[in-house]
């Protein structure tokens, strides 16, 4: 099985509509199996990120009449941004614009300063993380509910009473839904009750390969694979800076190395070859999916580089 390669970005550094829309054909021309963009609302650091944000899910709406192949979806939509009920209309209407390419990514929300910006909500870690279960809950259990039916929830946060659970994916019986992070305890059991991918973002293959036992050690508490249930897809983040020569490579790599509220991260700064052999360490833990964090959107020779001189070589890459 040849190792799935997509394309993440993050449009609040400053990228439009249209520069989003450059880039995900070419995207999709290059051979890359899906586009995947965060879900932020402000820039971070010091950066303004001029023209401003783009709203995660009205971009990929658009997007999504635009391609025919490629997968489209979040990593991640922040569960402090939107009710759980209408962000299941959202996405399942998304869904059906595309012909059934999208998928949801959800996490619990981190980057405070942007909600204080922008007067969204921004409860205790722990409340984020119980607001985030229960909107995975929701969300696929009004996927799920058959047409014809109505969908009840009584929770803490959320609480919802004869919800028609319309309209209905193109997808079934769901969208795939990503969780992922770098947490020890909630975020696997999370991931091993609700989701169809966990990711590990943007770290060393160690510390990857570290928290898939922790995701399988999750599956096997919650009887995941007795269910019936495919397994999970692992996937991982690799910041990519890669160049031609050594010289090409580092100017790319100069973004990274602005101070940033994220957590530290190991990109990939060299030559495709160098990409080339990190890729196969992932897939050597048993990773399926790569989402590889491109800077610029404005740099489309990077990311023809990547689909020409990358992409072939994943086809007789060996497996686990």
Same mark, same amino acid.
């Given at each position: ?15 439009d ?37 783009t ?14 192949r490629i997968?489209?979806g ?6 402090t ?14 869904d059906?614009?595309s012909?059934g ?7 619990a ?8 910006s922008?007067?969204?909500?921004f409860?205790?870690?722990?409340e ?17 509910t ?6 009840t929830?009584r ?16 997808? !079934? /019986?769901?969208?795939? =839904?990503?969780?992922?992070? *770098?947490?020890? %305890? +909630?975020?696997? &059991?999370?991931?091993? @009750? ?5 990711? !590990? /973002?943007?770290?060393? =293959?160690?510390?990857?390969? *570290?928290?898939? %036992? +922790?995701?399988? &050690?999750a599956?096997? @508490? ?10 999970? =897809? ?5 910041v ?28 990939v700064?060299?030559?495709?070859a ?18 590889l ?8 020779d990077?990311l023809?580089?990547?689909?020409g ?5 994943l ?6």
């Amino acid at each position: 099985m040849t190792l799935r390669i997509c394309v993440f970005t993050e449009p609040h550094r400053g990228a439009d509509y249209d520069d989003q829309l450059r880039f995900v054909r070419l995207v999709e021309a290059g051979g890359f199996e899906g586009f995947f963009r965060a879900d932020h609302y402000q820039a971070m650091g010091t950066d303004p990120g001029l023209p401003g944000p783009t709203d995660a899910w009205l971009t990929l709406a658009a997007l999504a009449r635009e391609t025919s192949r490629i997968r489209l979806g979040t990593l991640v939509t922040s569960a402090t941004f939107r009710l759980p009920g209408p962000l299941a209309v959202m996405v399942a209407q998304v869904d059906r614009m595309s012909g059934g390419r999208v998928e949801l990514g959800l996490g619990a929300g981190w980057y405070e300063r942007e909600h204080t910006s922008y007067g969204i909500p921004f409860p205790p870690v722990r409340e984020r993380f119980d607001r985030l279960e229960e909107q995975l809950a929701v969300i696929t259990g009004l996927w799920r509910t058959p047409v014809g039916e109505s969908f009840t929830y009584r929770g803490t946060y959320y609480q919802l009473l004869d919800a028609p659970a319309l309209p209905k994916p193109v997808q !079934m /019986p769901a969208p795939p =839904v990503i969780v992922g992070g *770098r947490g020890p %305890r +909630r975020t696997p &059991e999370l991931a091993a @009750r609700y989701a169809d991918e966990f990711n !590990m /973002p943007f770290k060393s =293959v160690a510390e990857t390969a *570290r928290a898939y %036992r +922790r995701v399988a &050690e999750a599956c096997e @508490r919650t009887g995941r694979a007795g269910a019936g249930r495919p397994p999970l =897809v692992l996937s991982a983040g690799v910041v990519a800076a890669i160049g031609r020569t050594e010289a090409e490579a580092r100017r790319r790599a100069a973004p990274l190395h602005v101070k940033s509220a994220l957590p530290p991260e190991d990109p990939v700064i060299g030559s495709p070859a160098q990409l080339v052999d990190r890729l196969g360490e992932f897939s050597a833990i048993g990773a399926n999916r790569i989402h590889l964090r491109l800077t610029d959107f404005h740099d489309l020779d990077h990311l023809e580089l990547i689909a020409g001189e990358v992409l072939p070589q994943l086809d007789s890459m060996p497996r686990v």
